[in-house]
């Protein structure tokens, strides 16, 4: 599987960025789909993940309430959707696909396969 993450940019407080990320291949539905980031001089944090089927989804405290992770699983992509953003949500996200179970959709370690990142920053 190969992911191709895009839509980052530089934004205002405030402001709102849709990132995407297609995947490659006849099986992502397989897979749990989920978004993480990584600040300058820290590590990579869980974002958000959706289920296979997109019923399921689970979000990090810091994002709950302003961004929306979905999928379309008819066009293999999935999409983080982030309103109210913050400067402290500055970061390079990164789209990740993995087979693990639904209860481990939110650690790193778990997925398969990594997207190139993309780089969104919220000037403040």
């Known amino acids: 599987v190969q992911l191709q993450a895009s839509g980052g940019g530089l934004v205002q407080t405030g402001g709102t960025l849709r990132l995407s990320c297609a995947a490659s291949?006849?099986?992502?539905?397989?897979?749990?789909m989920g978004w993480f980031r990584q600040a300058p001089g820290k590590e990579r944090d869980f974002v958000a993940a959706?289920?296979?089927?997109?019923?399921?989804?689970s979000y990090a405290d810091s994002v709950k309430g302003r961004f929306t992770i979905s999928r379309d699983n008819a066009n293999n992509t999935v999409y983080l959707q982030m309103n109210s953003l913050k400067p402290e949500d500055t970061a390079v996200y990164y789209c990740?696909?993995?087979?693990?179970?639904?209860?481990?959709?939110?650690?790193?370690?778990?997925?398969?396969?990594w997207g190139q990142g993309t780089l969104v920053t919220v000037s403040s």
């Open positions: 291949g006849s099986t992502f539905n397989w897979y749990h």
């Open positions: 990740a696909s993995g087979l693990q179970a639904l209860q481990f959709m939110r650690i790193s370690r778990m997925y398969n396969f």
């Open positions: 959706v289920s296979r089927s997109g019923e399921v989804t």
